[in-house]
């Protein structure tokens, strides 16, 4: 399964703005915790051991059910239970960060805030995520990141590959909005979006996408770790 939207690269390359926690230090055993807890998702595909393993792990959503896809939400929401008496302290802070948080940030909100209309719309956009056109997006997305990777650019909120991986991010949502709203609709287009900016917000937080608000609060569940394995590969 591939996580709703982008990749690794990006991540890795971004300056982290959250790397020290405010709540205190995050023991290894805390982190051993909290992978424990994360078993489960890893079992169903939410989660692979690497960056690279959850892109490829999360290019198999593209053609799972619906069933699955709430036996998937119903183990998230047992993991973010489990997590909670270490979230705080860890949940921010590498290697928790890179290896569960930018993926579970999608889950949020697919499986929360989201559920209802990512299973009223899951079937469309399984469809629509395998058509050319969409495809088209990630590979330009791909070639585009490095060269922006490239570029010595500056802002006063983020250091030159923060400001590149923000464009990359926001030139591929544009380019798959109208595929997604033509085939599935107005509805399906903002739970992708608004699932994009919660994603995005782990590594890059002043990085806004298109149509959405500073304050959005919502996650992404395919184009994330789809553009992890194009970078990884």
């Known amino acids: 399964m591939e996580t709703f939207f982008f990749p690794a690269y990006l991540w890795c390359t971004s300056t982290a703005q959250f790397d020290v926690s405010i709540y205190g230090v995050c023991t290894p055993l805390q982190q051993q915790y ?24 999360w290019d198999h959503l593209r053609r799972t059910s619906k069933e699955y896809f709430v036996q998937m939400c119903n ?33 949020a909100f697919a499986c929360l805030e989201g559920f209802y209309g990512m299973l009223n719309n899951w079937d469309c956009l399984i469809r629509v995520l ?15 990141a490095k060269v922006l990777m490239t570029q010595t650019q500056d802002s006063g909120f983020y250091n030159a590959p923060d400001l590149a991986s923000c464009r990359a991010l926001q030139e591929f949502v544009s380019c798959i909005r109208y595929p997604i709203q033509g085939q599935c609709g ?19 937080p002043y990085c806004i996408l298109a149509g959405c608000h500073a304050n959005a609060s919502l996650s992404l569940l395919f184009f994330c770790a789809v553009l992890l394995y194009l970078f990884y590969t």
């Not at 056109?133 to 791909?142: D, H, K, P, Q, Y």
Request: glycine residues 4%; contains cysteine; negative net charge.
């Open 34 to 57: 909290i992978r424990q807890c994360a078993v489960e998702l890893k079992q169903l595909g939410a989660f692979g051991e690497t960056p690279t393993t959850t892109a490829l792990i």
């Open 75 to 107: 183990a998230y929401r047992r993991f973010e239970q489990c997590i909670l008496p270490y979230k705080r302290q860890c949940w921010y802070v590498e290697p928790i960060k890179g290896e569960l948080a930018v993926s579970s940030e999608a889950l």
């Open 186 to 204: 107005e509805d399906a287009w903002q739970h992708v979006r608004e699932a994009a900016q919660r994603q995005a917000r782990v590594y890059l």
């Open 130 to 144: 395998t058509m050319g056109e969409v495809t088209e997006c990630e590979n330009r997305m791909a070639k585009d």
